[in-house]
Every structure is written in structure tokens, then in C-alpha cells.
């Protein structure tokens, strides 16, 4: 923290997390989709001291479990499924310890999209893929969180989030899911490491 600033004065404008961890299906895709890992990776900035508004992005690896296929002249390539999520929001923060613990909760708006993407061959040679499905659409979350600075200059830290999202999407059929209008939620936990300044 700058030098003559006393401790409750001071916080970090941008905050960068990059986290690890998994994702729940629930709603319609119960029992079609499976829990699965997940990355994530996140931007905040926060313009006051107990607020912040936040965008990100997260994957989630093979939740429907899609085992297939595409025979191509150079062989079989891999067909994985993936699955996206775009939250935009924003957060309270309520800081404790001389602000180095941070207790947060908030919640917007989330494009949601799932796709079956094809195992390229190489970065320079791309193949097509015009059995691969997606599906997508528009939902809302909410998430809880907790991280603490490991340093004393506030530039470092570690914690907890998690967003429970719920929503819509439509459009191909996916693994078993057929091709209409589902109910999707999903619960995606993550521990995060966090850059701030």
C-alpha cells in the first residue's frame, strides 16, 4: 500500500482472478450433463470502496460428456464438448481486517454457450466440423466469495467464489440433450488467485 496512506483508505482499483474448480448442472440438464472441471478468469474494477462491477469468463470441460467422432481423409479427429459462460455484474464487498479479507456478494446478467468443438490437427490446419452442435442463450447469477491479500501492499491474493446461474438455451440437440428450449442451471465453484493494483 502507498507509504502515509492508512490502511482503511487504501484498496486496489483492478482486480485480474484466474481460478480453478468445478460446475454442477442442475435444472433440465440434471442427469444429462455431468459435474465437470472448469477454469475461470475474471476482471473487477472497483470504483468504490464497497463496490465493484465485474465481467469474466469461464469453461467447463465435457459436461455432456460427448464421446464421438469425424472421420476426415487424414483420419478420425476428436469431437469434446465445452461449455461457456460470460457473466457481467457487479458485487458488494464488505472489508474486513484492516481490508485485507474481503467478503463479497452480487450478482447480473450471463450469456450462456455450449458447443462440440473439433480437436484440430494443428494450429496451422483447420478442419471444419458440420456435425458439431451448440446451443446457447441468455440467463442471470448470483455469486458468493471470499478472498484474502497474502501481501501487505495488496497486490496478491487468494479465495473463494462461487455463481449460481440460471437461464435459457436452444438450439442443437447436445449429447442427450434434444433440440429444444431448456431450463439450465448451474452451480461453478472456484479457488482463485488474484492480481490487484
Same mark, same amino acid.
Do not use: E, K, M, W
Given at each position: 500500500m502507498p507509504a502515509g496512506l492508512p490502511a482503511q483508505s487504501f484498496y486496489p482499483h483492478h482486480n485480474f482472478t484466474f481460478g480453478l474448480g468445478a460446475a454442477q448442472p442442475r435444472g433440465d440438464l440434471n442427469g444429462l450433463f455431468l459435474?465437470?472441471?472448469?477454469?475461470?478468469?475474471?476482471?473487477?474494477?472497483?470504483?468504490?470502496?464497497?463496490?465493484?462491477i465485474d465481467a469474466g469468463f469461464e469453461t467447463v470441460f465435457g459436461g455432456a460428456d460427448v464421446h464421438d467422432y469425424l472421420?476426415?481423409?487424414?483420419?478420425? &479427429?476428436?469431437?469434446?464438448?465445452f461449455q461457456f459462460f460470460f457473466p457481467f455484474g457487479g458485487r458488494a464487498i464488505l472489508p474486513l481486517a484492516g481490508g485485507r479479507l474481503l467478503v463479497s456478494g452480487g450478482g447480473g446478467g450471463a450469456y450462456l454457450r455450449y458447443s462440440e468443438l473439433l480437436h484440430q490437427p494443428s494450429e496451422d490446419f483447420h478442419v471444419d466440423c458440420p456435425v458439431c452442435s451448440t446451443r446457447d442463450g441468455w440467463g442471470y447469477y448470483? &455469486?458468493?466469495?471470499?478472498s484474502a491479500?497474502?501481501?501487505?501492499?495488496?497486490?496478491?491474493?487468494?479465495?473463494?467464489t462461487s455463481r449460481v446461474y440460471r437461464g435459457h438455451t436452444a438450439g442443437d440437440a447436445l449429447a442427450a440433450v434434444p433440440a429444444i428450449r431448456t431450463r439450465d442451471h448451474w452451480i461453478n465453484t472456484y479457488a482463485q488467485f488474484g492480481f490487484s493494483f
Open positions: 459435474n465437470r472441471p472448469g477454469i475461470s478468469v475474471g476482471y473487477g474494477y472497483r470504483f468504490q470502496r464497497y463496490f465493484q472421420s476426415t481423409g487424414i483420419g478420425p &479427429l476428436r469431437i469434446r464438448d448470483a &455469486l458468493a466469495g471470499v491479500y497474502v501481501d501487505r501492499a495488496q497486490h496478491f491474493s487468494v479465495g473463494v
